[in-house]
């Protein structure tokens, strides 16, 4: 089982950018494919990236593609979102996410959430 810790959130202006951070513990972090998910009040819950386990893959929705970009380090067992020219239909707690089976299927293990809230 893997814990996870999310943390960057904030409020920011259109146009702006703000990393999201995601810290694991428990069992190897490298076992896991990982993802970022939103939710807007009242809601549901919503894809936003993917990435494999070793990193040499990604995955987007079509709504952040280009703007936002995953990543992760495998030594320091954190998964990063970079979001770039935020947008008011940002807002949203963001989730991170641990996958034991694909990148786009079998997320289980969830974090608190850190909330984004972009001004227009």
């Known amino acids: 089982q893997v814990q996870l810790v999310e943390s960057g959130g904030g409020l920011v202006q259109a146009g702006g950018s703000l990393r999201l951070s995601c810290a694991a513990s428990g069992r190897t972090f490298s076992s896991y494919a990982m993802g970022w998910f939103r939710q807007a009040p009242g809601k549901e819950r919503l894809f936003v990236a993917a990435?494999?386990?070793?990193?040499?893959?990604?995955y987007y929705a079509n709504s952040v593609k280009g703007r936002f970009t995953i990543s992760r380090d495998n030594v320091r067992n954190t998964v990063y979102l970079q979001m770039n020219s935020l947008k008011p239909e940002d807002t949203a707690a963001y989730y991170c996410?641990?996958?034991?089976?694909?990148?786009?299927?079998?997320?289980?293990?969830w974090g608190q959430g850190t909330q984004v809230t972009v001004s227009s």
């Open positions: 996410s641990a996958s034991e089976a694909t990148l786009v299927s079998g997320y289980k293990y």
């Open positions: 990435i494999s386990r070793s990193g040499g893959s990604t």
